[in-house]
């Protein structure tokens, strides 16, 4: 999963922003768009790919379905999912699941965390901009 898939003109893509999970100074908050990039190869005939977007509390946030061919086993198939203005309510453990003709080739998790900012920081804004430290006068005698 990851923020934005590019393709350059040779054909190539570009992932931009892989995500591993997701830090949120508050919550509920809203990702414009998350992409899940899959290339499937060695198979040959016509399938059907799902992607699952799944809750902590277990529930389909959103899925996406796509048919596609490999006309040979050395050929290849890339699909690329995206999913757009997904509310993250909660934090916790959300997953992504990948499956091909109703079989789960894979589960991956993508874990929400909520990260309070320090103590004295304003969550939104930049931060106020520190008095420079006034100098002090010697202590002690001679």
């Known amino acids: 999963m990851c923020d934005e898939v590019r ?3 040779s054909g190539n893509f570009i992932l931009l922003g892989i995500i591993a999970y997701v830090r949120v100074p508050q919550l ?10 899959n290339r499937w190869t060695a198979g040959i005939g016509q399938f059907t790919e799902t992607v699952r977007l799944i809750g902590p509390d277990e529930t ?12 040979e ?9 995206l999913f757009t203005q997904v509310e993250f309510k909660t934090a916790g453990t959300y997953y992504v699941e990948v499956l091909v003709d109703d079989v789960m080739k894979l589960r991956f998790p993508v874990p929400v965390i909520h990260v309070q900012p320090p103590a004295g920081q304003q969550q939104r804004g930049p931060a106020a901009p520190k008095a420079p430290d006034a100098p002090q006068a ?5």
């Not at 509920?28 to 990039?37: D, E, G, R, S």
């Not at 086993?73 to 999912?81: P, Q, R, S």
């Not at 010697?138 to 001679?142: F, L």
């Open 28 to 37: 509920p908050i809203t990702a414009l768009k998350l992409c899940v990039f």
């Open 60 to 71: 389909v946030m959103r899925q996406s379905q796509v048919r596609f061919a490999l006309q």
């Open 7 to 9: 393709q350059e003109m």
């Open 138 to 142: 010697p202590q002690g005698g001679a």
């Open 73 to 81: 086993a050395g050929h290849n198939a890339t699909n690329v999912t």
